[in-house]
């Protein structure tokens, strides 16, 4: 079969409009991602808060722990 008149079907149409609207909604819409290096708050930092809950104040000790073999994400 030749290109041509593959093109001139209109079942090729409809397929062709679908990858075209596809690409522009991609082209769009698309956002780049952001990776963040550091999300978790300083050790200093953690020592020297001081938090209150429920009328009582609480200190935050910074201590080594294993981790989890299993990745979890929230």
């Given at each position: ?8 079907k ?21 956002r ?12 200093s ?19 080594d ?10």
């Amino acid at each position: 079969m030749n290109l041509a008149q593959v093109l001139k079907k209109p079942e090729a149409n409809y397929f062709f409009s679908f990858v075209v609207g596809l690409g522009l909604a991609v082209l769009m819409f698309h956002r780049p991602q952001i990776e963040v290096e550091v999300s978790a708050i300083a050790p200093s930092e953690i020592r020297a808060m001081v938090t209150r809950v429920d009328g009582k104040c609480y200190r935050f000790r910074v201590e080594d722990a294993s981790c989890p073999a299993a990745r979890v994400s929230l």
